[in-house]
């Protein structure tokens, strides 16, 4: 797009002038084109071939929301993308998102003033929204189905599922949540709001390079992930090919699972059981046969003394690595959080919020988690807690919506 229209322009540095709907099929009303922010504000593309939140270096704050439908049918379903599709892209550029005037505001307003801190909102479909939303289950891929329970799982369904996804990821605490607050407003009368989670890790964002971030037990968490350049791989184990619907081609799908760290637990094992358990070095990240995070792990290696394996049969490294499980990768896009702590006993619930990008997720995610659930150490101090999936369509040009595909 290019160009504006007359009148002043509404962004978080100006009061909202104009009221705003809040409902499935609500007007944008004075929309104008998006121009790049000042320097320095950090607004992240919007348009482009993949949608903004998988590749993107990722900000320090997560806010990830799921839906459920309460309007059914194609028609809601697509009025409610557009909207959607609308707001993310104003919301991205630090603009305030709009409705016609004498209504109520469309933004809540928090975010007014604050820079865009790299903001990327990144939206997904699950299978309910084929049942309810489509009114045409045979458009839902194959591979979205709900994940199968695993051995150790506790599952709270409250915390699981959901018609819709929202991923939006930030610098600022503040502007995450304002993005799931606004398109939560947005799509009032539509949709529910199912579960909401809250993270943070290391940002990514800015430039020059970035260690490899830290979780809640102290070790790197991250190092063999799919790098953005990697095309070859990203082709084979990310994006969805000619076997996918054209909908969803060029897209990819989104495992998401709060795994719980035991702290305490963990926190009272030694040092070098530790780094038994994970098969890393806590410090450095290397394997436990290199010296740098780098390293390729050789799991043929054995003490010279008690000739065991020097990374564990049950280590986390050997049991998730891609030469023991059929070559199968995925992306990686994890954050920590810390929901309080559990009245009584104190202990803090507190873990991993994992967020992965795939191609297929039963013969990647679930073929890796259930050899991951019979025999990884690590099993001993973590409990997987909640689980998601998620068909998350390609990014779209300007004037698209995004999953738009579904309903030419």
Request: positive net charge; hydrophobic residues 40%.
């Amino acid at each position: 797009m290019s160009g504006t229209e007359a009148g002043p322009r509404l962004t978080r540095r100006r009061l909202l002038a104009m009221g705003g709907g809040g409902a499935l099929g609500i007007a944008f009303a004075g929309r104008e084109a998006l121009s790049a922010p000042p320097a320095g504000e950090a607004a992240v593309p919007f348009h482009g071939r993949r949608q903004a939140g998988i590749l993107t270096p990722a900000p320090g704050r997560l806010a990830f929301a799921a839906f459920d439908l309460t309007a059914e049918g194609s028609a809601n379903l697509e009025a409610l993308l557009r909207d959607w599709t609308a707001a993310a892209e104003r919301l991205m550029a630090g603009k305030v998102v709009q409705a016609p005037a004498g209504t109520a505001p469309a933004d809540p307003g928090e975010a007014v003033g604050l820079a865009p801190a790299h903001l990327t909102v990144t939206i997904g479909l699950g299978p309910g929204a084929f049942a309810r939303g489509t009114g045409r289950a045979g458009l839902r891929p194959t591979p979205l189905q709900p994940l199968p329970v695993f051995q150790g799982d506790r599952i709270d369904a409250a915390r699981s599922g959901g018609d819709l996804c929202v991923q939006a990821c930030a610098d600022d605490a503040q502007v995450a949540f304002h993005a799931i607050h606004a398109l939560a407003h947005v799509g009032r009368g539509g949709v529910n709001l199912r579960w909401l989670q809250t993270g943070f890790t290391r940002s990514h964002s800015g430039k020059g390079p970035h260690p490899t971030p830290r979780n809640l037990q102290g070790f790197r968490d991250g190092t063999a992930n799919i790098a953005a350049t990697e095309a070859s791989a990203l082709r084979r184990h990310v994006w969805v090919g000619n076997e996918g619907p054209r909908w969803l081609r060029g897209g990819t799908y989104l495992v998401a699972r709060r795994i719980r760290i035991h702290m305490e637990r963990w926190d009272a094992t030694p040092l070098a059981l530790q780094e038994g358990v994970i098969g890393r070095k806590k410090d450095t990240g290397a394997p436990l046969t290199g010296v740098r995070e780098r390293d390729l792990p050789d799991f043929a290696a054995k003490n010279p003394e008690s000739f065991l394996p020097v990374i564990p049969m049950s280590a986390h490294v050997r049991q998730s690595h891609p030469s023991n499980n059929r070559g199968v990768r995925i992306l990686r896009r994890g954050y920590s959080f810390a929901d309080g702590a559990d009245p009584g006993t104190g202990d803090l619930d507190a873990g991993l919020f994992f967020i992965a990008f795939m191609r297929d997720p039963g013969r990647q995610f679930a073929a890796l988690q259930a050899r991951l659930a019979a025999s990884d150490a690590l099993n001993d101090f973590i409990q997987h807690r909640a689980s998601a999936v998620f068909a998350v369509p390609p990014g779209i040009s300007p004037g698209g919506v995004l999953g738009g595909g579904l309903f030419a």
